[in-house]
C-alpha cells in the first residue's frame, strides 16, 4: 500500500490550498480515508475523515467550516480543500487509509496505512 501527498507549500494567512493523496497497491474503495497534520512540538491530530463512498465526512473543530475532505474513487485520489487558511494550520500533514467493510462509517482512529506527508506552511 502506498500513499503520496502532495500540494503543500507556502500561503498566506487567509488563503486556500488543495491537498491531494494518490494512493496505490489497494482497492481504493475499500478504504476509508482521513487526514492528519503534526505541528511542530506537538502530536499528530485527525483533522478530517471521510467514510469509503464519501457519503459521511468528519472535521475537527479547529477546521470545521474551512476545509473540506473529499475522494475520487475512479482516480484513487483524496483530497482536502483549506481555505481561510491560519498560522495555527502550519503543519505536515499526511493522508491515512483504513480498511473498512463499512460503506458508510468514517473513523477518528484506526488507520493502518500513511503518506509521507507535505508541509503546508501559513505566513502572516
Known amino acids: 500500500v502506498q500513499l503520496q501527498a502532495f500540494g503543500g507549500g507556502l500561503v498566506q494567512a487567509g488563503g486556500s490550498l488543495i491537498l491531494s493523496c494518490a494512493a496505490s497497491?489497494?482497492?481504493?474503495?475499500?478504504?476509508?480515508l482521513g487526514w492528519f497534520r503534526q505541528a511542530p512540538g506537538k502530536e499528530r491530530e485527525l483533522v478530517a475523515a471521510i467514510a469509503r463512498r464519501g457519503s459521511r465526512t468528519w472535521y475537527a473543530d479547529s477546521v470545521k467550516g474551512r476545509f473540506t475532505i473529499s475522494r475520487d474513487n475512479a482516480k484513487n485520489t483524496v483530497y482536502l480543500r483549506m481555505t481561510s487558511l491560519k498560522l495555527e494550520d502550519t503543519a505536515v500533514y499526511y493522508c491515512?487509509?483504513?480498511?473498512?467493510?463499512?460503506?458508510?462509517?468514517?473513523?477518528?482512529?484506526?488507520?493502518?496505512?500513511w503518506g509521507q506527508g507535505t508541509l503546508v506552511t501559513v505566513s502572516s
Open positions: 497497491g489497494l482497492t481504493f474503495s475499500s478504504y476509508a
Open positions: 491515512a487509509a483504513r480498511f473498512t467493510t463499512s460503506a458508510s462509517d468514517y473513523y477518528t482512529q484506526g488507520y493502518n496505512a
